[in-house]
Nanobody, 123 residues
Framework: QVQLVESGGGLVQAGGSLRLSCAAS???????VGWFRQAPGKEREFVAA????????YVADSVKGRFTISRDIPKNTVYLQMNSLKPEDTAVYYC?????????????????WGHGTQVTVSS
């Protein structure tokens, strides 16, 4: 079993940047890792995903060109670099590990979840 811990969230002004980290313990990441976010009153939505090797990445259209996902294999950590942040990016951000790459965009494609980190973007 793997434990996932997110960090790096906080309060930032619109146009600013944050880098979220997702560190795994217990074992190395398996097939792929994703970032999701959930704003108050809304469903959890896909943000980005990266495969184990790091060569394949996927980013939601809503953040394309602003967010980048990457991984440091020796450190067993996945990052989400968020630039040009907007107030609508405000949410709790979760990282998750999945085993079925065909469902990288779906909540049901992931087996393990972190507890989340709050990102708040002020206007």
């Amino acid at each position: 079993q793997v434990q996932l811990v997110e960090s790096g969230g906080g309060l930032v002004q619109a146009g600013g940047s944050l880098r979220l980290s997702c560190a795994a313990s217990g074992r190395t990441f398996s097939s792929y890792v994703g970032w999701f976010r959930q704003a108050p009153g809304k469903e959890r939505e896909f943000v980005a995903a990266i495969k184990r090797t790091g060569f394949n990445t996927y980013v939601a259209d809503s953040v394309k060109g602003r967010f980048t996902i990457s991984r440091d294999i020796p450190k067993n950590t996945v990052y989400l670099q968020m630039n040009s942040l907007k107030p609508e990016d405000t949410a709790v951000y979760y990282c998750a590990e999945g085993s079925t790459s065909a469902l990288y965009y779906a909540v049901q494609g992931y087996n393990y979840w972190g507890h989340g980190t709050q990102v708040t973007v002020s206007s």
